[in-house]
Nanobody, 121 residues
């Protein structure tokens, strides 16, 4: 079993930046960030594997950057130009699989508890 612990969520003004982190207790390969806003379904935001192959949701392309430190089993999400619609609980997810057909869908066995991001206008 792998434990995931997220951090970095905060309340910011629109246009601001935040960096989320997720530390895994064991070795994993593909990791991703998902978010769920109140009253909405959880959606994939970004994902990356140990080779550095990254995927992004259209809504965050050009604003968010995902990265992974394989030595530290740590995932990051650098978020810039934040918008009120980015407000959500952000979850980290992970799998030991190196290849995922749809990395922005719920294919991950391990999930964190979430970190809250609130963006005000």
């Amino acid at each position: 079993q792998v434990q995931l612990v997220e951090s970095g969520g905060d309340s910011v003004q629109a246009g601001g930046s935040l960096r989320l982190s997720c530390v895994a207790s064991g070795t994993v390969d593909y990791m991703g960030w998902f978010r769920q806003a109140p009253g909405k379904q959880r959606e994939g935001v970004a994902a990356v594997n140990s080779y550095g192959s990254a995927s992004y949701a259209d809504s965050v392309k050009g604003r968010f950057t995902i990265s992974k430190d394989n030595a530290k089993n740590t995932l990051y999400l650098q978020m810039s130009s934040l918008k009120p619609e980015d407000t959500a609980m952000y979850y980290c997810a992970a799998t030991r699989s190196r290849f995922l057909l749809y990395p922005l869908t719920d294919e991950y066995p391990y999930w964190g508890q979430g970190t809250r991001v609130s963006v005000s206008s």
